[in-house]
């Protein structure tokens, strides 16, 4: 008999959630998942369901298409082609609604290391070209130059992965060489086994590569993740025209994405301040005789991190503040010479770094906004 | 590149903990769990993972092993026979210390229904008698047969089970018949799915059938068990002898388990007393002035439940009282005539009910213990 | 120096939500509150405090009006009158957005035990009046007819309290009496440390006193909730037709409540009914070829708990289903003679039982729908 | 009526728990509490018990001693000296096993700003200096230096409290005054509304202070900590060689503190190395024929967070990996030169910084072991 479809809601704090920025919805999704058809232990199915759960609108289907394939075939685990698992998933995220993206992972040893395609249509021609050579890099390139024929879109796996980084994370001269053909597109900056890499952070800012996040999930995500800890998956977010995975695709290319992991986002300021603009609202200014009152309200699933930047010395107000998810806090503002001094002037500036929204590796993003005491 | 291996804990709330009793140990096993070599959607090493953090002792693998397996094959999803999702977890059983017990779930329409049988040696032979015959009740003897030539021991699954008990749980003729050809060993009296069946708890008290519980899970646990609301995972607790698959066959031909299912406990007087002594264990007893100080510890994770009994009436203590995991608790006994009034009698009896321990349907446990000021 | 507002939201698991019925604001109200200036350990403020995080709408301040205070006054703790920690809270109400009501706890020895008197205006002349006499009942009658000339309206607490009642829960002739000169308005069936009464909640019934339910809390909430276990506040329920102190009294008067406590719902069918339909909406309702799918939505906070009812036997749908907090769960009706089989009738009934609404004890609300396949 | 004693436990991801360091108990002290009897909303009490269900050994009560007090006897709230807090505090710490320290907090504009002062006899001595004087230095030195005479344990508040340091946090040429007389002995280096402040731990270091954390909570802790998502208190670590007053005010004037706030661990590599191999305990190292193997369990209810150091360059092992409370680990040591590479040495160092036990500003503690492979 079958167990009744599990559909609980996970508790809030375990979904993800972010305003719409203008002009583009903006979705979460894991690029980077694998499956049963490779060396996950997961049904496609339950990708979806787990997704669904957690608020995550994109899936990318990133099983492995090497020799892994044939071994289990021979083992007689399964029998079928290196599109099955997308095609299982395509067909439960039409019930759940959830977007599943066709994609592929070429697996490497380094340089270059590990490639995700996306958006293929067939991972059989791309994965026996694969097979067929020896050469690392050779192999990949021929394997993303099939790919590319499928209008791929290629990112660079976990640079840092200390299988293949064992003390540092290294930029190689086979990565120039695929990033000068343009056979990539995008860097994992985040993954789920290896966290944040700045080295790579700082790559995709210099090359203009988009910016990708994803778990690398093997195992049922609830063994991975400490839900009851309150974590949120790590993912990409990505500013989409429309919903659908032409809008994802579109997105992908025009460097529309940010990457969420352990609290933080990491952007190009183009993308994270509309975000951050959507997310905490000021939504309301009133200035009192002797101070000012500020209310900001956080509109995401996302705590976010206040500090006191420069430019605002000649007023007071907290140096430090974590304005929780869903938050509504109200900020006084007031004269910086001792406590609850009275504001003196009728126009300043307040500045704040937003501590977990990162421009660049070290670099926060900077909200400073003049506030002038009405006539 | 694959994620490193899942382990970090559950929080203590959703892990299994019981004391074990005078000459046995007490196992939590989950004896109804379906992979994807049937119609579940986790690979058989998740569900070893899952059990491992959840304090889970024992699993059975119980595949369907009907005609959904040839359907698969012919799918191309898989090429195996009906064992190996027992083997898959075996072997992973042993790196986790999780005891695996073969198994197999044979589903009829009903009468019969589905039955499941434990501790087999090979499914195949079971599985293909079962193919062979178009009768409901004729091809499940057959095939419980020739389990039993393999020492099964053979469980009815959840006769409550809405698609094949539309409007009420019935016991039929065809059930008569296979329980007084000894086909019929135990009843689910809790599935993850339905519930507890209170008809099928009184069915195996009057037939003297072994009591199991099992979650006939399908997908990743964790979107099955509401974890964050610190939901424990429904399960037969078996008091064996030794920790092995034969300490467990042991017990089950014995009768020495009793059921736990949404934080109630199922047993006989025989197997629950002993079990409710080692979990509430009374640790100190003081004669004062004028009260007596009971304090009692709760040594299991689940919550013990006690209400006043009668037999106590010239002595005042809470009428109602939850004694939470772990939890150390104080009890003040006193006379019963007005809020505070000091004890009168030198010699009286603490009579409780455990009000979600149940030893048969709508009956809790009774404890009832004298105590004598001493000389 | 001052620890800035704490103002983070608690888990959605544990605020309260219920949508609002046909006319009426749904309040959640406890109704049984003591602070620092009786026996409580919690400042007046953090009453308030603590029901903004948990979604609770209505604090009543009913500290203890007794001797307690002026031995309190004498050992210096402090020295203000009875109504000092009701002028506290309502001040701090109104930042907060939260609904105060004046009250206070007149504890007498059983009979009649203990009464709260809400919407008073001087604690002062009751209490005094209460030290004067020596007789439980006549000091009792003399303080409510105090508070009546207040426009009290006066809850009988906890009549299941065990220090008042060590072996059962009686009704005294003294009740009586009270309740014929219209001195009783309501009865507290709930209580957070006592739990549920059936008793008193027939007893309600048989007389139409309004059911009131609180929490009788004396420490810091959270030490007396188990928040981490998803645990919402025990409350009355109020539907009032303005969400103001002048609502609350209305709705009181008129017997607008019902009561929650450990996941139940207690209150008649006529405020029941409308809460259920409009927390549990069928949002989608289509006849396909063999069966009928409906769609339900649970907009509370509160899980919903249903099981078949008799009169749809000639219909097939799972037996028992709890829909959680949020969750949106599609209903699968077949015919009822094996698993899957075809939908036969054009015209059925859907019959529910809402296990955990609960119109009188030990009876769930029947929910019972005629749904027709169009034309 | 009165609540039973809410007494059940918190889930175990909200206690503290270190294990005991050769020599010395290790406690954790809240050193920094109000209560109702200054500006806190919170009765000591329930101070005492919040402590006991977190896993806190130590509180010091440290109400302001200033004006507010004689504010409050002038409103009415209170009549009674300025130690009553304490003594409220120490006779309930009995009972429930927690250890109360006698304190109070000096508060004077900046600079100084405000200290506490430990294990003093009586409030009042200090206080009606304190009220004498209207120079901030003066009324300061004057009130530590009786504080001193009481033999008080001085220590200087959150110097980076927002609203007294508002744009920069500053060593003040009166603070090196009130070092130089001896009457500055340690720094809180972690406040529970200012968190961390590098400055203030660089200052502690450069002039031999004790390292201190308190939450200076007002609230009831629960709406100041987020229990729901796992926080952990902000405490002191106090390494102690007795359980007593007396064991923490030795271990303080001894300087063998740390300070926990935020996952984070801030003490001298003398006071942290022994807590973190007591922590994260190697309980098994084997070498295999192609690597080596080495499981660590960490034996507290912290995280810990581990990367690979610089000197093991010839061996891989994971780069980043999070151990979390009570979890055992696998570290599986190889060859560097690619994924799974046989191990080529038999001697070999394991690097690791510990990058959330910090030794001084931005210095994660170095652990370092060699490894040989045994003939």
Do not use: F, L
């Given at each position: 008999m079958l167990l009744f479809c599990a559909s609980f809601a996970l508790s809030a704090q375990n979904r993800h959630f972010f305003p719409d920025v203008e002009g583009y919805h903006t979705l979460t999704g894991d690029m980077h998942v694998h499956t049963r058809f490779s060396d996950g232990d997961v049904w496609p199915t339950s990708r979806i369901d787990e997704a669904y759960l957690e608020g995550i609108d994109v899936i990318c289907i990133?099983?492995?298409i090497d020799d892994r394939h044939k071994r289990m075939v021979k083992a007689g685990l399964f029998n079928c082609d290196r599109n099955e698992s997308y095609r299982i998933a395509a067909k439960h995220g039409k019930k759940k609604d959830?977007?599943?993206i066709h994609g592929g992972e070429v697996s490497r040893g380094m340089p270059p290391g590990h490639f995700n395609t996306l958006f293929v249509s067939d991972n059989e021609a791309i994965a026996v070209l694969n097979d067929a050579e020896k050469d690392h890099y050779k192999a990949m390139e021929v394997s993303l130059k099939e790919a590319r024929k499928q209008n791929s879109f290629n990112v660079w796996n976990h640079p840092h992965w200390s299988s293949q980084a064992p003390n540092e994370t290294k930029w190689f001269p086979e990565h120039t060489k695929l990033f000068e053909q343009g056979l990539m597109d995008a860097i994992e900056?985040?993954?789920g086994s290896e966290g944040y890499s700045p080295e790579a952070h700082q790559w995709a800012?210099?090359?203009n590569l988009a910016l990708i996040g994803g778990t690398d999930t093997h195992n049922p995500i609830a063994l991975e993740l400490n839900f009851n800890a309150g974590v949120l998956r790590p993912c990409t977010l990505i500013f989409a025209k429309e919903r659908t995975v032409e809008g994802v695709e579109e997105a992908l290319w025009a460097r529309r994405t940010a990457v969420?992991?352990?609290?933080m986002l990491y952007g190009s300021e183009e993308v994270l301040r509309p975000l951050f603009e959507a997310t905490l609202v000021m939504t309301k200014v009133q200035f009192h005789k002797k101070s000012c009152e500020v209310v900001f309200e956080n509109r995401s699933n996302v705590p976010v991190v206040l500090?006191?930047?420069?430019?605002?010395?000649e007023v007071h107000y907290k140096r430090f503040r974590i304005v929780h998810p869903q938050e509504k806090f109200t900020m006084w503002i007031?004269?910086?010479d001792y406590h609850g001094a009275p504001l003196k002037v009728d126009e300043f500036y307040l500045s704040l770094y937003v501590e977990n929204y990162i421009t660049a590796p070290g670099k926060p993003l900077l909200y400073k906004v003049k506030l002038t005491r009405p006539q």
């Open positions: 990133t099983d492995h959830v977007i599943v900056i985040y993954n800012i210099d090359r969420y992991g352990d609290g500090t006191k930047a420069p430019g605002s010395e007031n004269g910086s």
